[in-house]
């Protein structure tokens, strides 16, 4: 079946940065689209980024524009979230997913 690992959040200082990665199994992984949500206390789950094929087409989030970069390694079904310049209201747990389906998520915490 579907399923998606969530793996390298953490905590970090404002101004810092971290790399989530997110194992996909279970379909055609380089056909699909592919997201990167977070869902913060006490607010709505958002769409950060999201990258399409067959050309990886990205968008992202106005929040997050300039600061986060989405990719995908087709060879080994990994989805990735390069996170820099990362303020205390990225704060939540970042879930990766498509079809329908996503993982337990990653805590990131940006806190000094």
């Known amino acids: 079946q579907v399923q998606f690992v969530e793996s390298g959040g953490g905590l970090v200082q404002p101004g810092g940065s971290l790399k989530l990665a997110c194992k996909a199994s279970?379909?055609?992984?380089?056909?699909?689209?592919l997201d990167w949500y977070r869902q913060a206390p006490g607010k709505e789950r958002e769409l950060v980024a999201r990258?399409?094929?067959?050309?990886?087409?990205?968008h992202y989030a106005d929040s997050v524009k300039g600061r986060f970069t989405i990719s995908r390694d087709n060879a080994n079904n990994m989805l990735y979230l390069q996170m820099a310049s990362l303020q205390p209201e990225d704060t939540g747990v970042y879930l990766c997913?498509?079809?329908?389906?996503w993982g337990h998520g990653t805590q990131v915490t940006v806190s000094s």
């Open positions: 997913g498509g079809l329908s389906t």
């Open positions: 279970g379909f055609i992984f380089s056909r699909s689209t």
């Open positions: 990258i399409l094929p067959p050309g990886d087409t990205t």
